[in-house]
């Protein structure tokens, strides 16, 4: 590349400004322009919505065939009684704010807000709750970036929040090739292919008339992994992005999957959402409860690159401008005095070490355990938890640690260890002071044993993906999934009763492989015009029983929805099952192709009185027949005989 061509790169690409007028405000009737010299982006007054955005000639990389109010916006769902919440009825609001105002203006940035207050005369039209939505230009940025503040005062109504996000929707004519990670980008179908398509068991899977199924569910990711995503140009010389730099806003800790980009197009970055939880795990404020939290900042990025358009190039830019957001945080121009600065913030560090003697008899460094802070709650209520800010980190081979940038507050401290089941939960309560650097030494995680393993199925690390997916139905297929990630496919709950036609599934320990033979979800068959359960077989041989002894089955599951597990050993038949799970689970992630959702731990004593030396066989029966995607995706099963010095 040419000293000149290198130039004109990093002004298109890292925002490298040519304009020495800094950032500027133009203020008009019924918007306002923040302009630095390499974008401009047009919000609607009082409103707040972002209705333009101009970039390297192009007028507006938005969709100008939608209203003003549907191209850039914050937008949220929610409901406000019981009476809504067992219709299944709720409000959908894009937040419309009433109030503009400018809070920085200078060369170096411009800050504006748009609020909404709530007050009881909205009868439930609106939350009840007080949001701030924040602009922010700085000079010489390729780029802007947007947070908000949802605020509640004490002795307000209750509701119930079930998502929030910002939403974007590019220029259809020319956005069509879409990435959010490394292996998952395409040319994404168009609106119109859907609207001509044919709606498959849910409104948002599509039979597209090219033959391919589109589904916004294929393209989701785990918080952990969601670094960048969006949009590139047909001519490749133009994208479009979303960059977080920080999780720490978002719901649910690292394996929380959030929707991404998808065909629209689209691009989301969602801070809440019940998606992969359940509905009864929506932000639920009772009557009085007061309430605050900063959702963001987030990155709108855009680049380009001169002459003939290079999508990697592109791609790679904006990981490399991920990185760089991730080192300026905590950011230090947001003005508003709810965003914690560096000075404001502490950080933990320390050492979680494994003990589990039928492993090693000396203690086992925690390798890439997932440790985090999040607010105080039992073991693995981190999962559901969403009302305040998480704070993770992964621990390197040794199982140290280091959890930086905390916000001051009082926290415990949880982690999961890949490899290991169950959860981690440090016994004392966590407090973090504006500068505070705690060191918190060695933690133990003494992982659940009653005895040595007899036999197991599976990895323990809260997934299904390990198991045998099925090739989808040729008539139901997504071709970037024809190589990787297999179950996100469209139709696999069908294919199990393809599959087993005759007989439920039955796994042979000495025989078979769980990537071969353990089907990754136990999901209903239909049967006419209905739905039946299924009963899943384990057939094992023992060489001897202790009669007295207890043993013990380990049930990890990694997803569950409106199912029920009963556990039956050597009698089917048996009345009274050994073990019964009751409801679990609604997280429909057999049906969003999700893998995995609220992991769960179930712990089954085998009382030795009912096994036999040879052939044994356990039972595992979920009942419930509700549709095509209730069921149950197991993570790991581990049988443990009695400990030996019992």
């Not at 799970?581 to 712990?603: C, M, P, T, W």
Request: proline share 4%; net charge positive.
């Amino acid at each position: 590349m040419s000293s000149f061509l290198l130039l004109l790169f990093l002004v298109h690409c890292l925002g490298l400004s040519v304009s020495a007028a800094g950032v500027q405000l133009h203020e008009q009737n019924n918007h306002v322009v923040m302009d630095n010299g390499i974008l401009q982006v047009s919000i609607s007054t009082p409103q707040g919505f972002v209705i333009g955005i101009q970039y390297e000639g192009i007028k507006n990389l938005l969709n100008v065939q939608n209203e003003e109010d549907n191209r850039g916006y914050w937008d949220h769902n929610f409901w406000t009684g019981q009476d809504n919440y067992n219709s299944g009825s709720g409000v959908y609001d894009r937040i419309e704010a009433t109030n503009y105002k400018v809070i920085v203006r200078t060369k170096e940035q411009v800050e504006l807000s748009f609020t909404r207050m709530w007050h009881p005369s909205t009868n439930g039209t609106i939350a009840p709750v007080n949001i701030d939505k924040r602009f922010l230009m700085l000079r010489g940025s390729s780029g802007f970036y947007s947070y908000a503040i949802y605020k509640r005062l004490k002795g307000w109504p209750g509701f119930q929040l079930f998502n929030n996000r910002m939403v974007f929707k590019p220029n259809p004519d020319k956005f069509h090739y879409m990435i959010i990670s490394g292996n998952r980008q395409r040319e994404m179908p168009l609106q119109q292919d859907r609207e001509r398509g044919q709606k498959l068991a849910y409104e948002e899977a599509v039979l597209l008339p090219n033959g391919e199924v589109d589904d916004k569910y294929q393209y989701s990711m785990d918080a952990k992994d969601i670094r960048v995503h969006g949009w590139i140009s047909t001519d490749s010389t133009v994208g479009f992005w979303q960059i977080l730099p920080s999780s720490e806003s978002r719901s649910f800790g690292p394996l929380k999957q959030f929707l991404t980009s998808h065909t629209g197009p689209i691009s989301i970055n969602t801070f809440h959402s019940t998606h992969y939880v359940g509905e009864n795990f929506g932000m639920n404020f009772k009557d009085g409860e007061a309430w605050k939290k900063i959702f963001g900042p987030l990155f709108v990025y855009v680049n380009s690159v001169p002459g003939k358009g290079d999508r990697q190039m592109l791609w790679r830019n904006a990981n490399r401008q991920f990185m760089n957001e991730v080192k300026s945080w905590p950011y230090k121009f947001p003005a508003s005095k709810d965003f914690a600065r560096s000075n404001k913030r502490g950080s933990i560090s320390g050492r979680l070490i494994v003990k589990d003697r039928y492993v090693s008899r000396a203690g086992i460094a925690a390798k890439g355990a997932y440790v985090g802070l999040a607010k105080p709650g039992k073991a693995g209520s981190w999962q559901t938890e969403c009302k305040g800010y998480q704070f993770w980190t992964v621990a390197n081979e040794g199982g140290n640690f280091s959890i930086k940038n905390v916000l001051i507050g009082n926290y415990n401290l949880y982690a999961w260890i890949p490899g290991f089941i169950g959860d981690f939960k440090y016994h004392a309560a966590i407090r973090i002071t504006a500068g505070s650097a705690k060191q918190i030494g060695n933690l133990v995680y003494k992982a659940p044993r009653n005895g040595p393993t007899l036999w197991e199925i599976g990895i323990p690390d809260r997934s299904a993906a390990e198991f045998y997916i099925p090739n989808p139905n040729p008539t139901y297929i997504n071709k970037l999934y024809v190589k990787h990630d297999r179950f996100r496919q469209y139709g696999l709950w069908e294919r199990y009763a393809e599959l087993h036609r005759k007989r439920d599934l039955v796994y042979e320990v000495w025989a078979n492989n769980y990537r071969k033979d353990w089907y990754f979800a136990q999901n209903t068959r239909k049967k006419g015009n209905k739905y039946e359960g299924s009963t899943w077989q384990i057939q094992f041989k023992l060489e001897g029983v202790v009669k007295k002894a207890k043993y013990k089955l380990r049930v990890a599951v990694a997803a569950a929805h409106g199912a029920e597990l009963q556990v039956r050993v050597t009698s089917r038949s048996a009345r009274r099952p050994l073990f019964l799970s009751g409801s679990v689970g609604r997280e429909n992630a057999i049906a969003r192709h999700g893998i995995h959702g609220v992991y769960k731990l179930f712990n089954v004593d085998v009382p030795g009185k009912v096994l036999r030396k040879g052939n044994n066989t356990i039972y595992l029966s979920q009942p419930r027949k509700l549709d095509a995607f209730t069921g149950i995706m197991y993570d790991y099963l581990r049988f443990e005989g009695p400990d030996p010095n019992s």
